[in-house]
């Protein structure tokens, strides 16, 4: 049973400090997504990939978010300097997309970030 | 540029109850896919249903069914004999062909009583 996998699952940390999460999608999937979910604003697209490639990032901030893909088996999101704002439920999801269909993204546990 | 609406914002019903979930969408796609997905109390995003906008059939799979209507904007979630296990949050969501990118609606929290 093939799953999207994301560590750490929760991490708290203080203001300031560096916060990088992993995620690793589903084996043979060429698309990678990053959502942030807060009460807020529900589900934010923050990043997306498309074989390792970025082609959207038009949601994240860019002053202290990343998001990249080192090889096909990892992809990574990254806040330096963390805030409290930053504070939420990270989801990756990949996908495979075949020309313009929009893949069916599944969904990993998520990484639960609290920021002191 | 898309957007999903749930209008419903919390649902609860008694077990066994037939429960409808809203799906409204806009888009300027004229090909597009819709998703609905489940997210339990446990977090993650459970994909359910993908529909694209040349199907407009019913769809149904166990105590689950979706109403597609192109003419309304309007793709809906039926539960029917609802479960305990069913209380979760559900997304619906709007695929575009274009982008390949998901826009997802506010949820809808439905509540199951035993």
């Known amino acids: 049973d093939a799953r999207v996998t994301q560590t750490p699952r929760h991490k708290v940390t203080e203001m300031g400090q560096e916060v990088t999460m992993r995620c690793q999608p589903i084996?043979?999937?060429?698309?990678v997504f990053w959502y942030r979910q807060t009460m807020m604003q529900g589900l934010e697209l923050l990043a997306y990939?498309?074989?390792?490639?970025?082609?959207?990032d038009s949601g994240m901030p860019k002053d202290r978010f990343s998001a990249e893909m080192p090889d096909a088996t990892l992809a990574t999101l990254k806040i330096q300097p963390s805030e409290p704002r930053d504070s939420a439920v990270y989801f990756c999801?990949?996908?495979?997309?075949?020309?313009?269909?929009?893949?069916?993204?599944?969904f990993g546990p998520g990484t639960r970030l609290t920021v002191l | 540029a898309q957007k999903v609406t749930q209008a419903q914002t919390e649902i609860s019903v008694v077990e066994k109850e037939d429960v409808t979930l809203d799906c409204v969408y806009e888009t300027r796609d004229t090909t597009y896919y819709l998703f609905w997905y489940k997210q339990p109390p446990s977090g993650e995003l459970v994909f359910l249903i993908r529909?694209?906008?040349?199907?407009?059939q019913n769809e149904i799979s166990g105590r689950y069914s979706w109403n597609f209507q192109k003419s309304t904007s309007s793709f809906n979630f039926t539960i029917t004999a609802s479960q305990v296990v069913d209380s979760a949050v559900y997304f619906c969501?709007?695929?575009?062909?274009?982008?390949?990118?998901?826009?997802f609606g506010q949820g809808t929290t439905l509540q199951v009583k035993p």
């Open positions: 969501a709007h695929g575009s062909s274009n982008t390949g990118k998901l826009i």
């Open positions: 084996l043979g999937h060429n698309t």
């Open positions: 529909r694209n906008s040349f199907d407009e």
């Open positions: 999801a990949s996908g495979l997309r075949r020309g313009t269909n929009p893949d069916t993204q599944y």
């Open positions: 990939f498309r074989n390792r490639a970025p082609l959207d």
